[in-house]
């Protein structure tokens, strides 16, 4: 099955809200590899792979995001894969 990736950077309020371990389970949940990160100016960067479907569950999840974010913008970046595995946070 084919495998594709994208990048997302995620642009609000985005910190402190349990972004990125809220990001972490629904990635698990859709069955995508990859990571998520806040970036130092308060922007939330993550990167899906997985089968287009899936990545296209992710991608759609982290434009809203959990329930106390608010996302004002979302940019979306397709890569190719790297064949990673597993989904973490990244520091």
């Known amino acids: 099955m084919a495998t594709v990736r994208t990048r997302v950077v995620v642009e609000g309020r ?12 629904m990635a698990e949940e859709v069955g ?14 993550a990167v899906f792979e997985g089968t287009p479907a899936a990545v296209a569950r992710a991608v759609e999840w982290a434009r809203h995001g959990p329930d106390r974010a608010l996302v004002t913008s979302f940019s979306e970046f397709a890569e190719e894969p790297e064949g990673i595995t597993g989904f973490e946070i990244a520091f």
Do not use: A, K, M
């Open 32 to 45: 995508v590899s990859g990571w998520v990160r806040n970036l130092p100016g308060g922007d939330v960067e």
């Open 14 to 25: 985005v910190q402190g809200v349990w972004f990125r371990e809220s990001t972490r389970r």
